[in-house]
């Protein structure tokens, strides 16, 4: 599938069309800090940053310093400065870090742009100190979420569906690199507070996913969306189910490992450290 290349459109409507309600960021943070290591400061890498939708958020959260590392320009001067980030040019392929500099790597939605994806886990691997860990968010080919935009659009799912790498194909990577699987979690990730806001933002189409779809199924979808909207009496939140992998590098983190003997996850399991 063709990279997309996120200096062409996407880096135009991503900060506007991918806002994240606060208590949504908040309870990802809470998430994140609930697998991280328990120590604090941490050194944390966000991974192809973006506009830097948690980069600020994960200095407060952990300490710092964080690095905000992210191939496009026009993303990377979107982001919002703080004196506990340093946002730096680079790909998951090359990254611009010494070797074990970092206690926890967050990757949120990127994986699945990486075309060199042994070379990212290999660099991963190099940047993580040991008991480091990695924070994968993403959809999986073999674990679609139900979203609701889906509906709308059916061709996105198809689109996804062949976008996305299997959960099974990422836990065999980085597994091979050293970094097995300590647990999947499913959180309620809320999109939009209703579901007028969230046509609104869709009519940006700010997800990558729509440069591989045909203009007149996006303009079907997106009318058929609106509608719903239109009819909407009482807002309710858009939501789903999502996934996010976490991976070690300490083998004495296998008492919360519910890795299965060919390295697959078993199912979600309790973080050691949980508070929520
Ligand atoms: C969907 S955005 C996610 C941005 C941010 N993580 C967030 O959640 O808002 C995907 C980002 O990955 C970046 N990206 C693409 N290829 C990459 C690579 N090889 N290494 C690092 N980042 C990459 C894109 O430029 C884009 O900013």
Redesign the pocket.
């Known amino acids: 599938m063709e990279r997309v290349d996120?200096d062409a459109r996407q880096h135009a409507v991503?900060a506007a069309g991918?806002a994240m309600p606060d208590d949504m960021r908040q309870t990802w943070a809470e998430v994140f800090a609930a697998w991280a290591p328990p120590e604090r400061p941490l050194t944390v890498l966000?991974?192809?940053?973006?506009?830097g939708?948690?980069t600020p958020t994960l200095a407060g959260t952990f300490g710092g310093p964080v690095y905000g590392?992210?191939?496009?320009e026009r993303?990377r001067e979107q982001a919002a400065p703080h004196p506990g980030v340093e946002y730096r040019a680079g790909?998951?392929?090359a990254i611009p870090l010494p070797d074990r500099s970092c206690d926890l790597v967050l990757m949120?939605?990127?994986f699945h742009?990486?075309?060199d994806r042994p070379a990212?886990v290999a660099e991963i691997r190099r940047v993580l100190r040991p008991g480091g860990r990695v924070l994968l968010h993403s959809t999986f080919a073999d674990r679609m979420p139900d979203l609701l935009w889906h509906r709308f659009i059916p061709g996105a799912r198809t689109v996804e569906q062949r976008m996305f790498p299997t959960l099974t194909e990422v836990v065999r990577l980085f597994g091979a690199a050293g970094m097995p699987v300590v647990a999947i979690e499913r959180v309620r990730e809320k999109f939009a507070p209703s579901l007028s806001s969230y046509a609104a933002r869709m009519r940006l189409r700010p997800i990558?996913t729509f440069e591989h779809l045909t203009e007149d199924e996006i303009v079907r979808g997106l009318t058929a969306l609106d509608r719903a909207a239109a009819a909407e009496t009482t807002p309710r939140p858009v939501t789903a189910e999502v996934d996010l992998l976490v991976l070690g590098t300490d083998q004495s983190d296998s008492a919360s490992t519910r890795a299965d003997a060919t390295g697959e996850p078993a199912g979600t399991s309790k973080p050691p450290n949980a508070t929520r």
């Open positions: 996120y991503y991918r966000d991974l192809g940053s973006g506009t939708r948690f590392v992210e191939p496009s993303m790909r998951a392929e949120f939605l990127m742009h990486v075309v990212a990558s």
